[in-house]
């Protein structure tokens, strides 16, 4: 197992702070195996999460307000608009990962 990559995709990572959710169990076996296999830093990813949340917003900001401009999609300031969606949605991304970082910290 070492040197494998993994690509985590945040619905893996919403529904491990969600222990209601029907897939719960599923992703929680797959990403304990996987992290009981020589992975001895728990919180590195969900803090490589979060801390990639911040280009990853600058980018869709910009490409989405580029893009609703050129095409004149939304009649008012879009640019602004697509930067508050933006952000809330980021906001609720970076709360996910924290709550897992808070999980996977509180267990060690």
Do not use: H
């Amino acid at each position: 197992m070492s040197g494998s990559s993994y690509l985590v995709d945040t619905n893996i990572l919403l529904r491990l702070v969600q222990p209601d959710s029907p897939e719960y169990g599923t992703i929680r076996q797959c990403t304990d195996r996987l992290w009981a296999e020589g992975v001895e830093e728990k919180w590195a990813v969900p803090v490589a999460f979060v801390v990639l949340l911040i280009p990853s917003f600058i980018l869709s900001g910009y490409v989405e307000s580029r893009l609703l401009d050129r095409k004149r999609w939304l009649r008012y300031g879009s640019s602004k608009a697509v930067w508050q969606a933006n952000l809330l949605s980021y906001i609720c991304l970076a709360a996910c990962g924290g709550l897992a970082l808070a999980r996977y910290v509180a267990r060690s």
